[in-house]
């Protein structure tokens, strides 16, 4: 019932698909004239992957994710999305908010289908996508409650489940597990993992830590402040057939987390 | 939630019968002999009713009052949406209304007659200045307050600015904007009434001024009490108007 609210949905992809769904090149951020949030920054993002912004705070990583999303303007530089400049937010990419960003107002599948509601899709068609991706994450039956009636882990679901529905090739997450706790944060990260799987887009994920980072990415850019820079794009080979606690204590797992470590710990000293 | 309801009523209920009685009870001192108890405002009330004389003062009232509260809102609102919105015109507006809202009504009364007479024009007047400045002023600051993350998102699920500004903007600052305009309702009727008072005395302030010249003090205090049930009634609706187009989810917890 939904397949034909998602084709009306489809994105024009018409350029040529490269392995590359974002393209980060010489992308420089200059706030107000005198702070250098990003500098000179080049990183590509591999298409049907998660790529992780790992780095210590202010170091620039949600500057990095609103210039990819359109929200904000670079200094100078240029990021391409599906090899096309950006130029201001588009329906090629979808942003999950660190605070949610949901309208109090309204309900949660008002809230889930608000993005299809500003691309003008009739209402029934669109609820029934929003329908579909509240199901998905896991949020049958809160409907009709409204965002303060719900969890803080809840909350970011309808974030996530609205961004989904707008059927974006890119989606962008800014720290979106960091207003739950840890067992919430663990449930999220293997759905995610099975999103990327089903979902079949690129995914890009801002965190603070090194454990996520290195569980649920395919690339893990370790970004480093003043002037910010990335210092090492680091792939975690981690075999994800295995289950989710055994991956945790994985030889390979562990090295990766403690290898960023050191990593960090080097350029704080 | 049910429970919750009715106990809120019950203390409005409350609290309404306590100062009726501190009423009576101040009347009965007597605090002044000019001060009736409630009772006699009561017994003033009813007999100021049948005689007809509130019937035909509520019109002459309300004419002014009604006109200058819905120009106060359909203004006050729009100007302090746009002012909130850009900041070339909160420069250029703001200044007038922060003015108007801290200036002696009672000397500006003899200018606004000077320049409009003593009709209908002049009255509608003192109704807006008592009741726009702080309508616009609250709108003002509620847009400006919106959460910058709510319209990012706008933004980034590619809502025009004009949907931005009615589907987010509007609804986030429904609230402030609606604390306005009840304080702004308030203030038009002070004005109102004030106006009868100060330029000529018609309607409810004629009521007044008759039955305080005549020494008939209950009937004097009748027509204050009529005018304040009718406010509380109208700011009432006001809030019912608010609850159920903008903020349906606060109705619930209300
Ligand atoms: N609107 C702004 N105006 C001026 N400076 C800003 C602005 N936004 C961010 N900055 C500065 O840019 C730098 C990078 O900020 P940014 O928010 O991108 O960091 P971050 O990596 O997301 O940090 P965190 O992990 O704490 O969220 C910081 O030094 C910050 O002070
Ligand atoms: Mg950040």
Redesign the interface.
Known sequence: MTSQGNTALKTTQDAPQSDIAVSVRNVSKIYGGAIHALNDMTLDFPRGQLTSLLGPSGCGKTTLL?II???LDQTSGEILVNGKPVDG???D???V?Q?F??????TVIRNVA??L???GIAKSEREAVAEKYIAAVGLSGFEKQ???ELSGGMRQRVGLA?ALS?NADVLLLDEPFSAVDEQTRRKFQEDLLALVEHEKKTFIFVTHSIEEAVYVSDQIALLLARPSRVSEIIKPDIDRSISPDALRRDPVYLDTVERIWSSLRSYVE | MDKHLTSARALKVLSIIIVFCAWEYAGRIPVSPAFPTFLETMQGLWEITIDGSLLRAYPETLKPLILGVAISAVLGITIGVAIGLSFKVEWFASPIFVVMQSAPLAALIPLLVLAYGIGLTSKVMVVCIMAMPVIVLNSANAVRHT?T??K?????????PM?IIF??IL??A?PVIFAGLRLGVSAGFIGAILSELLITPTGIGDVITYNQAIAEYAKMYAAIFSIIVLAVVFLDVIEKIELTL????KRVSA
């Open positions: 609103k999303g359109g929200l937010p588009g329906p990419r979808a942003f908010f605070d960003a949901l309208m109090p107002w309204a608000f993005g509601e500003l691309r409204y965002p303060h609205r707008v | 959460p993350s709510i990012e998102m706008g933004r980034s699920f590619l809502g025009s949907e589907k987010i609804p986030s429904a903008f903020r349906p989810d």
